[in-house]
């Protein structure tokens, strides 16, 4: 079955430093990926997406995510991180045949943000 | 301003008094889907739309259901709410299926 997996539920950094936030999928066609995020009360915000070609993509807000067929991966990267970054990020993947445009979300991971 | 919208924001109902949350999007996007989120579980589909006039089921219809006469709009119908259903609900579109989903602010209920 298709599936998402955002193993850590709570990342704390200080501000400034790197961040890595994972996401390992299972799907058997080539996929396409998502990260959004999620600031408190408000909907979710498309950071960037990856469907084919460069496997680093570049989002909004200084984020990347590479893509790793082999090890079936799509983490989330930023190399300094601001206190605003503080929310909720959701990677997600398509999946389904061409018709459903369903999205599979992981459980979603949240950062905090120490000054 | 491209947007998807909900209504309302907010609610507190109970159990079995029938109600519609409104979404409506201004990108003449062809593709809507309703989502619920909740605590662990992340973001689940719960129905789809391809087109006017077509609708299908996601991962989690039962209790739901939804219309789709207009382009522009893609309203969910709980007929008997029930406390399982208090989530958090986000409308969604896309220009198609398969392409960049455009989330709403979201409607958080709650079924007394």
Not at chain 1, 22 to 33: D, I, K, Q
Not at chain 2, 91 to 106: D, L
């Amino acid at each position: 079955a298709q599936s998402v997996t955002q193993p850590d539920i709570h990342i704390t950094v200080s501000e400034g430093a790197s961040l890595e936030l994972r996401c390992n999928y299972s799907y058997g066609a080539t996929p396409y990926l998502f990260w959004y995020v999620q600031s408190p009360g408000q909907g979710l915000q498309l950071l960037l997406k990856y469907f084919s070609g460069d496997t680093l993509v570049q989002g909004i807000k200084g984020f990347e995510a590479e893509f790793k067929r082999s090890q079936s991966s799509f983490n989330l990267r930023k190399p300094s991180v601001h206190w605003s970054d503080a929310a909720e990020y959701f990677c997600a993947v398509g999946a389904g045949s061409s018709n459903t445009g369903k999205l599979i979300f992981g459980q979603g991971t949240t950062l905090q943000v120490k000054p | 301003e491209a947007q998807v919208t909900q209504n309302p924001r907010y609610l507190i109902t109970v159990t079995g008094k029938k109600l519609t949350v409104t979404c409506s999007q201004n990108m003449n996007h062809e593709y809507m889907s309703w989502y619920r989120q909740d605590p662990g579980l992340g973001l689940r589909q719960i129905y789809y739309s391809m087109n006017v006039e077509v609708t299908d089921k996601g991962d989690v219809p039962e209790g739901y259901k939804v219309s789709r006469k207009e382009k522009r709009n893609f309203p969910l119908i709980l007929e008997s709410p029930s406390p399982n259903q208090t989530s958090l609900y986000f409308c969604a579109s896309s220009p198609r299926a398969k392409e960049t989903q455009y989330f709403g602010p979201g409607t958080r209920l709650l079924v007394l």
